[in-house]
């Protein structure tokens, strides 16, 4: 059978078209892989960039340098005294054998205690499948039994200011914290203090932590919780530091007006490192020493 030449050309054709259309087809296929391919890459560094810039969140955690006489938490208070209207300032290194923090661990309900630590910790630790929370406790004898300064029993109190070096801001930002005033065994921090009660409902300041802190020295303006610790006589200025979200108790707690602070960076001011407080806060006190203390 003779095929006519209109009918070849014809074939010709349909078979070219089929060709094109063939290879427009693996060329589409061959994009498209290419496009899922890049993608794919995209997005996995996309994640490695998010978890490695960020990593887990939560509410924050912070550590607080108690290592030396030159970082370590230190209080500053300003008094007068009745027998005379001019000001006097004194430095008061905390005491390392007080200082300390608490762990709580809520899947396994227990309680982690850990006293004279290089630096102590607070707020939520998001890296332990736990998430423990963490309070840090500080310590500032005012009777001289460390042989830091005194603040006499009969001192007025003009100014006090809490100042601590910040090693670390994990997980946020802003952590919105809580310093509470309240009283617990001198060198002897237990379980039982983590939840221990204020001075007085009262008794504590707030402030927010900024991870602008780290490495910086952070004063914060304690002077409502020190002029109540004189009222009282009592022989220890002592507060605990926690997550604000956490340790807030009622609304009033929550929404209180915060603690003026300010940040600069090392070293401290020379004229407020002393140069016993290692020596003189790890000597061990008898029970006579500690029984005859009095402001």
Do not use: W
């Not at 997005?43 to 006489?69: L, N």
């Not at 509470?180 to 983590?194: G, I, T, W």
Request: glycine share 4%; with cysteine.
């Amino acid at each position: 059978m003779l095929i006519s030449s209109k009918a070849k050309r014809q074939f010709s054709i349909s078979s070219r078209l089929k060709s094109v259309a063939s290879q427009r087809t693996l060329k589409t296929f061959f994009l498209a892989g290419i496009m899922l391919a890049l993608s794919a890459v995209l997005a996995g560094c996309g994640d490695d960039d998010h978890d490695h810039h960020h990593g887990p969140t939560g509410p924050g955690f912070v550590t607080i340098d108690d290592s030396s006489d030159k970082t370590a938490p230190l209080l500053t208070v300003t008094y007068t005294v009745p027998s005379s209207s001019n000001p006097v300032t004194v430095n008061i290194l905390s005491d390392i054998s007080s200082d300390g923090n608490i762990a709580f661990d809520p899947v396994l309900n227990s309680y982690t205690v850990t006293t004279s630590p290089p630096e102590v910790s607070f707020g939520e630790d998001s890296f332990n499948d736990h998430l423990p929370e963490f309070r840090a406790f500080l310590t500032f004898p005012l009777d001289g039994v460390t042989e830091q300064p005194i603040v006499p029993g009969d001192a007025v109190i003009v100014s006090a200011t809490l100042e601590v070096l910040v090693n670390r801001v994990d997980f946020e930002s802003v952590v919105p914290t809580v310093v509470d005033l309240v009283q617990y065994p001198f060198r002897d921090l237990s379980a039982a203090d983590f939840d221990a009660p204020l001075l007085t409902p009262t008794s504590f300041v707030t402030l927010d932590f900024f991870s602008s802190d780290q490495d910086n020295f952070v004063q914060i303006d304690v002077t409502p919780l020190m002029q109540e610790v004189q009222v009282r006589a009592l022989l220890n200025f002592q507060v605990r530091f926690g997550l604000n979200a956490q340790v807030s108790s009622s609304t009033s707690r929550s929404t209180a007006a915060k603690a003026a602070r300010s940040a600069y960076p090392p070293p401290r001011a020379a004229d407020k490192v002393l140069l016993n407080r290692e020596t003189s806060s790890i000597r061990p006190l008898t029970q006579e020493n500690l029984a005859s203390r009095h402001r």
